[in-house]
């Protein structure tokens, strides 16, 4: 299948805050590095042939390791920042109003939305027949094939949900962190001080504290290796978290509002509807098959 994933985030470049849904697709080809962090309401699924990738997911500096799924939420930042090259990889991208209704087990849809990144422990044979010939049936597009996509799809994130102890993986992750050089490593401690504390007032001055660098360099060091300057990626990780709230929970959403991070409700409203195309309300509508049940946005 000819391979269009970059070209379209090239295209989005200019507008990252509004990239809409990538939809049910496999994507193949070579990759190659990000020269900017985007978020999509999609679940993006990895799985590399050849070589080895670098992922700025969330917090987390993670290598993915050929021949092994991983699992993405679209909905927060991420990047592809190092390959070792030639990598040559297959991806999957679904919605996520989908992937809500196919009600996997909690604990490892609550691991994937926090954590932005789940992998499988070990290789699974087949894997690469598999979306290989999800490409071929949703090529053809007919209803019948695109169905079988889906279940075969719902079915294979059981079997990565159930590949073994859910609390036992959460502290041993298949990709692991990588520090990187000095540079990757700040940035890499940047988002992590910001995922610890975008719930709070937080400040570039404290962000570049966190990492004993002077506040215009960290700007320019974080800006450079993920594209977006630090108070784009504190107001994308609360927006991420949350739509993590209002698909995890019954939260009425002005708690939301506050609770991810957001100082007025005006500045909620005004970032999410720019980052999802949407009101938080009908954002939960769309991921609940019971549709919303709070008042408010």
């Known amino acids: 299948m000819k391979f269009r994933y970059h070209q379209v985030m090239a295209k989005a470049r200019k507008n990252l805050n509004t990239i809409p849904p990538l939809g049910l697709r496999v994507w193949s080809g070579r990759a190659g590095g990000m020269p900017v962090a985007h978020r999509h309401g999609d679940l993006e699924l990895n799985f590399i042939l050849s070589g080895r990738m670098t992922y700025l997911v969330g917090s987390s500096m993670v290598a993915l390791p ?22 040559r990889a297959l991806w999957v991208t679904v ?25 499988d422990a070990k290789p699974m044979a087949g894997d690469e027949e598999l979306l290989q010939r999800w490409a071929g049936d ?38 692991t962190d990588d520090a990187g050089s000095p540079s990757s490593r700040a940035v890499r401690l940047m988002a992590g001080y910001i995922a610890a504390h975008f719930r709070q007032d937080v400040s570039v001055e404290q962000i570049a504290g966190h990492v004993g660098l002077h506040p215009n360099y960290a700007m320019s060091l974080f800006r450079k290796q993920t594209g977006l300057t630090l108070n784009q990626y504190l107001t994308r990780s609360r927006v991420a978290e949350a739509q ?54």
């Not at 859910?166 to 041993?172: A, D, E, F, G, N």
């Not at 195309?277 to 408010?296: A, D, H, K, Q, V």
């Open 138 to 175: 949703l090529k053809r597009g007919d209803a019948a094939r695109r169905r079988i996509v889906q279940l075969e799809l719902e079915a294979r994130l059981r079997r990565m949900a159930l590949a073994g102890d859910v609390r036992r993986r959460s502290k041993s992750r298949a990709a």
């Open 95 to 119: 919605p996520l109003d989908e992937v809500m209704a196919w009600r996997l087990p909690e604990a490892w849809m609550g691991m994937l939305l926090k954590r932005g990144i789940v992998a």
């Open 66 to 87: 050929p021949g092994r799924l991983c699992a993405i939420w679209g909905a927060a930042p991420h990047q592809m920042v190092r390959t070792d090259e030639p990598v």
């Open 244 to 297: 993590r709230l209002l698909m995890s929970s019954r939260r009425p959403v002005l708690d939301i509002a506050y609770n991810s991070g957001f100082g007025s409700v005006s500045r909620f409203f005004e970032a999410f509807g720019r980052h999802v195309g949407c009101s938080p309300r009908r954002f939960r509508g769309r991921m609940s098959p019971s549709g919303p049940s709070e008042s408010g946005g």
